[in-house]
């Protein structure tokens, strides 16, 4: 057992972090294949055909239940922050189906013999924190003895219908945007190998720390056609799935998606600070990706946590979009379109 006054690299205790810890994306198709028919209920408006952010049940009045979970092992070695960027990532799914959540419960699994209670208090006053920001309750939840520590919430929200977004339902022409710069993942590796230089100590986490919560007033726009949150399958892979229940491809402007640090990034990837779940993520779809140089690939496939919204908007209404974007404090630029359905999902 660790004395209390020990300093706790909550990173050391876990094989993964965050969310690269998902399983790939072809493994999750074999695990998902034929486990049950959801058009059986017929109120059941969104599962998880399409690979939404979360589950949406119809209450018939004209609004509907969100229901999401996500939970991982740690991301960075400070408790408290775990906590809340666990929570801000989980919330994050509500947000990106436009809805407001409503509350949430804890998943907690504690190695009790390695590491003290205490730790495990710090975790849950974290994701306390992120709840109170977001306007819930933490109102209970679930914990076991496990071999690594592992954290995340299960979130209830609503939404009116006419405010639903999905994966699905971009059109060639749409424009893409996406919220929150890319990196995270080769950032918190270079932190877990101890190569964190102290200016770029801060990138990652302040950007997972930011809710996503935009996305209930984007949620209200009918010129934003389709949304879901980039995470643990990279840009390319969340692009890929949106695309997919689209029946579209998209083409990006890789020189227009914002990163943490252009000139750290570069400086870590030489370090080889690559996630592990980057090669899984590439092996999982990249031949549906068109030519592409290998550093792009390690940032379009990095996996993020707590990443941002990535929104495909209609032309027209490409201006109300923007003014109500920065209306939430985001300065947004266009990553890329939607296209006409091809062979290759995805141009760069």
Same mark, same amino acid.
């Not at 690594?148 to 893409?176: M, W």
């Given at each position: 057992?660790?004395?209390?006054?020990?300093?706790?690299?909550?990173?050391?205790?876990s +094989?993964?972090a965050?969310?690269?810890?998902?399983?790939?994306?072809?493994?999750?198709d $074999?695990i998902?294949?034929?486990?049950?028919?959801?058009?059986?209920?017929?109120?059941? %408006?969104? @599962?998880?055909e399409?690979?939404?952010?979360?589950?949406?049940f119809?209450?018939?009045?004209?609004?509907?239940?969100?229901?999401?979970?996500?939970?991982?092992?740690?991301?960075?070695d400070?408790?408290?922050?775990? @906590?809340?960027?666990?929570?801000?990532?989980?919330i994050?799914d509500? #947000?990106?189906?436009?809805?407001?959540? %409503?509350?949430?419960?804890?998943?907690?699994g504690?190695?009790?013999?390695?590491?003290p209670?205490?730790?495990?208090?710090?975790?849950?006053?974290?994701?306390?924190?992120? =709840?109170? /920001?977001? @306007?819930?309750?933490?109102?209970g939840?679930?914990?076991?003895?496990?071999?690594?520590?592992?954290?995340?919430?299960?979130?209830?929200?609503?939404?009116?219908?006419?405010?639903?977004?999905?994966?699905?339902?971009?059109?060639?022409? =749409?424009?893409? #945007?996406?919220?929150?710069?890319?990196?995270?993942?080769? %950032?918190?590796?270079?932190?877990?190998?101890?190569?964190?230089?102290?200016?770029?100590?801060?990138?990652?986490?302040?950007s997972? %720390?930011?809710l996503?919560?935009?996305?209930?007033?984007?949620?209200?726009?009918? =010129?934003?056609k389709?949304?879901? /949150?980039?995470?643990?399958?990279?840009?390319?892979g969340?692009?890929?799935?949106?695309?997919?229940?689209?029946?579209?491809?998209a083409?990006?402007?890789?020189n227009?998606?914002?990163?943490?640090?252009?000139?750290?990034?570069e #400086?870590?990837?030489?370090?080889?600070?690559?996630p592990?779940?980057?090669?899984?993520?590439w092996?999982? #779809?990249?031949?549906?990706? @068109?030519?592409?140089?290998?550093h792009? $690939?390690?940032?379009?496939? /990095?996996?993020?946590?707590?990443?941002?919204l990535?929104?495909a908007?209609?032309?027209?209404?490409?201006a109300e979009?923007l003014?109500?974007?920065?209306?939430?404090?985001?300065?947004?630029?266009?990553?890329?379109?939607?296209t006409?359905? +091809?062979?290759?999902?995805i141009?760069?």
């Amino acid at each position: 057992m660790l004395l209390k006054t020990e300093p706790v690299r909550l990173t050391q205790f876990s +094989h993964g972090a965050g969310c690269g810890c998902k399983i790939a994306p072809s493994v999750l198709d $074999r695990i998902l294949r034929h486990t049950g028919a959801v058009h059986a209920f017929p109120d059941l %408006l969104v @599962g998880h055909e399409e690979r939404d952010d979360a589950a949406v049940f119809d209450l018939g009045d004209g609004t509907a239940v969100v229901s999401t979970t996500d939970f991982f092992m740690p991301i960075v070695d400070d408790p408290e922050d775990f @906590g809340r960027i666990a929570s801000v990532n989980a919330i994050s799914d509500v #947000y990106a189906m436009g809805g407001t959540p %409503l509350l949430a419960v804890a998943i907690l699994g504690w190695p009790v013999n390695s590491l003290p209670p205490e730790v495990a208090n710090a975790v849950v006053a974290g994701a306390r924190s992120a =709840c109170a /920001d977001a @306007g819930i309750p933490l109102a209970g939840g679930h914990s076991i003895d496990s071999p690594e520590p592992i954290f995340g919430l299960a979130v209830t929200g609503r939404v009116r219908l006419e405010h639903l977004k999905r994966n699905g339902g971009a059109t060639p022409g =749409c424009v893409l #945007y996406l919220t929150k710069p890319l990196g995270v993942g080769i %950032l918190t590796t270079a932190q877990k190998k101890g190569k964190l230089q102290p200016e770029h100590a801060a990138l990652a986490r302040e950007s997972m %720390l930011r809710l996503n919560s935009a996305g209930i007033a984007f949620g209200k726009l009918a =010129c934003v056609k389709a949304m879901t /949150d980039v995470t643990g399958f990279g840009l390319l892979g969340h692009l890929i799935e949106m695309c997919e229940a689209s029946l579209t491809s998209a083409k990006l402007t890789p020189n227009n998606i914002p990163l943490l640090d252009a000139d750290a990034i570069e #400086y870590y990837l030489k370090q080889k600070c690559v996630p592990g779940g980057t090669a899984r993520n590439w092996d999982s #779809y990249g031949d549906k990706v @068109g030519a592409l140089p290998e550093h792009l $690939r390690l940032i379009f496939a /990095d996996p993020q946590t707590s990443g941002g919204l990535l929104v495909a908007v209609e032309p027209t209404g490409n201006a109300e979009f923007l003014r109500v974007a920065r209306l939430e404090g985001l300065e947004l630029q266009p990553i890329g379109s939607i296209t006409n359905r +091809h062979e290759t999902v995805i141009d760069v």
